[in-house]
């Protein structure tokens, strides 16, 4: 941006010896350079516009999308393990209830009674794989078909002494809470895992507002440099239309054969926008002076203009 002005100085300094057409000439590339930027200026303010709905919307599918799934499924991962304690609970008190059971028993009774059961279906199963798998006559398969028989009913004998049992309706209960723990645990796991999905699709989202906060950010600062240059040509442009009226001053009305030339005036929403933007950017600067924080060669532009202002 320095360079620019430099050269623009010297340029002013010859001026005044070049000649009418080069100074026309000159006034033409000033009015292109202003012109130019000024289209680029609008260029920046349409982007910035567009980054800003992005980031609006972006910001909307994370908070109302991915964030609201993420907290419904934790909030049923919360439920569900207040529920898992619960029946974890509900299994230490029955296992403990079956331990004083067991101590209690008259001889052990009741435990030799389940020993018992599992030995004759131990000796049901081996006795059914020999028919399955070994190659017998007629007679020693009947033989092993009435031991099976006679066994199913020593395990019925020995299950209708125990179903009144106390300890048998314990170890059903038992039975029972350790299969919803199981369903409690899978449920749980496959909650736990959809939460985590949201909850890194909504993640991925807002860095991606981030990074278009970012380059919003580098925009305003461009967009802002971008209006000074086009300002700086603006006024060298008038300075030379100025000399140019003072030369052409008793030869002719340099406007007598043509309209009026229109008078450059900026937007007055895109003046009020960049000023905005660059009072933003002060403040912001002011705040990290004041707290300590290194500077940008920006901020610290803004601030020495602010200081000299």
């Given at each position: 941006?320095?360079?620019?002005?430099?050269?623009?100085?010297?340029?002013?300094?010859?001026?005044?010896?070049?000649?009418?057409?080069?100074?026309?000439?000159?006034?033409?590339?000033?009015?292109?350079?202003?012109?130019?930027?000024?289209?680029?200026?609008?260029?920046?303010i349409n982007a910035l516009q567009d980054i800003e709905i992005e980031i609006n919307n972006t910001?909307?599918?994370?908070?109302?999308?991915?964030?609201?799934?993420?907290?419904?499924?934790?909030?049923?991962?919360?439920?569900?393990?207040?529920?898992?304690?619960?029946y974890k609970n509900l299994l230490d008190n029955f296992i403990g209830e079956k331990n004083k059971?067991?101590?209690?028993?008259?001889?052990?009774?009741?435990?030799?009674?389940?020993?018992?059961?599992?030995?004759?279906?131990?000796?049901?199963?081996?006795?059914?794989?020999?028919?399955?798998?070994?190659?017998?006559?007629?007679?020693?398969?009947?033989?092993?078909?009435?031991?099976?028989?006679?066994?199913?009913?020593?395990?019925?004998?020995?299950?209708?002494?125990?179903?009144?049992?106390?300890?048998?309706?314990?170890?059903?209960?038992?039975?029972?809470?350790?299969?919803?723990?199981?369903?409690?645990?899978?449920?749980?796991?496959?909650?736990?895992?959809?939460?985590?999905?949201?909850?890194?699709?909504?993640?991925?989202?807002?860095?991606?507002?981030?990074?278009?906060?970012?380059?919003?950010?580098?925009?305003?600062?461009?967009?802002?440099?971008?209006?000074?240059?086009?300002?700086?040509?603006?006024?060298?442009?008038?300075?030379?239309?100025?000399?140019?009226?003072?030369?052409?001053?008793?030869?002719?009305?340099?406007?007598?054969?043509?309209?009026?030339?229109?008078?450059?005036?900026?937007?007055?929403?895109?003046?009020?926008?960049?000023?905005?933007?660059?009072?933003?950017?002060?403040?912001k600067a002011l705040e990290k002076q004041k707290a300590g924080k290194k500077l940008n060669l920006?901020?610290?532009?803004?601030?020495?203009?602010?200081?000299?202002?």
């Open positions: 941006m320095n360079s620019f002005m430099s050269k623009d100085k010297t340029n002013n300094s010859q001026s005044s010896r070049l000649s009418f057409r080069d100074l026309q000439h000159q006034i033409e590339d000033f009015r292109q350079k202003r012109d130019d930027l000024n289209k680029k200026t609008k260029d920046f910001l909307k599918i994370a908070k109302e999308k991915y964030r609201k799934k993420r907290d419904y499924w934790n909030d049923k991962v919360k439920k569900l393990k207040e529920k898992k304690i619960e059971i067991q101590k209690s028993t008259d001889d052990g009774k009741v435990s030799k009674i389940f020993v018992s059961i599992k030995q004759i279906e131990r000796k049901i199963d081996n006795l059914e794989r020999k028919i399955e798998t070994e190659n017998l006559n007629i007679a020693e398969e009947n033989a092993i078909i009435d031991n099976i028989r006679k066994l199913a009913e020593m395990k019925q004998e020995y299950l209708a002494e125990q179903i009144n049992s106390d300890l048998f309706k314990l170890e059903r209960k038992i039975e029972i809470v350790k299969i919803n723990l199981s369903k409690i645990y899978e449920q749980l796991n496959k909650w736990s895992n959809k939460s985590q999905e949201n909850h890194a699709k909504m993640q991925d989202l807002f860095q991606r507002v981030y990074a278009l906060k970012e380059k919003k950010k580098r925009m305003e600062e461009e967009l802002i440099e971008n209006k000074k240059a086009a300002d700086h040509y603006h006024g060298q442009f008038l300075k030379l239309m100025n000399q140019r009226r003072k030369i052409s001053k008793g030869k002719r009305p340099y406007y007598a054969s043509k309209k009026p030339l229109k008078k450059y005036t900026p937007s007055t929403k895109k003046n009020e926008l960049l000023k905005k933007l660059k009072q933003d950017k002060l403040e920006y901020e610290a532009r803004l601030i020495l203009e602010k200081s000299k202002g």
